[in-house]
């Protein structure tokens, strides 16, 4: 089984930048695709990024498009979601997520992750 450990949360000024990480842990990990997605007060989880096992394809949210970058090193088991730009709307606590999938399968809706991280609070204010 795949357990998952967020990192790299905090406080940023608008425009700046944050770089997440989420280590796991299992024999399984390259088998898994990954994901992140936040949610905030009051609001319903969203999807952020994902990217397949194979680290070959990427799929992001609109919102987050061009700003965010989503990488794997399944060497060292750690998924780096890198956040540039950022804005005072993607204040969220931000969750990692695994769950099996083809090669270059990514996937994008919540139920199709098995194991899910605790979550990093990323706040984004002046």
């Known amino acids: 089984q795949v357990q998952l450990v967020e990192s790299g949360g905090g406080l940023v000024q608008p425009g700046g930048s944050l770089r997440l990480s989420c280590a796991a842990s299992g024999r399984t990990f390259i088998t898994y695709a990954m994901g992140w997605f936040r949610q905030a007060p009051g609001k319903e989880r969203e999807f952020v990024a994902a990217?397949?096992?194979?680290?070959?394809?990427?799929y992001y949210a609109d919102s987050v498009k061009g700003r965010f970058t989503l990488s794997r090193d399944n060497a060292k088991n750690t998924v780096y979601l890198q956040m540039n730009s950022l804005k005072p709307e993607d204040t969220a606590v931000y969750y990692c997520?695994?769950?099996?999938?083809?090669?270059?399968?990514?996937?994008?809706?919540?139920?199709?992750?098995?194991?899910w991280g605790q979550g990093t609070q990323v706040t984004v204010s002046s």
């Open positions: 997520a695994a769950g099996p999938a083809h090669r270059l399968e990514v996937l994008t809706t919540p139920t199709q992750y098995e194991r």
């Open positions: 990217i397949s096992w194979s680290g070959g394809n990427t």
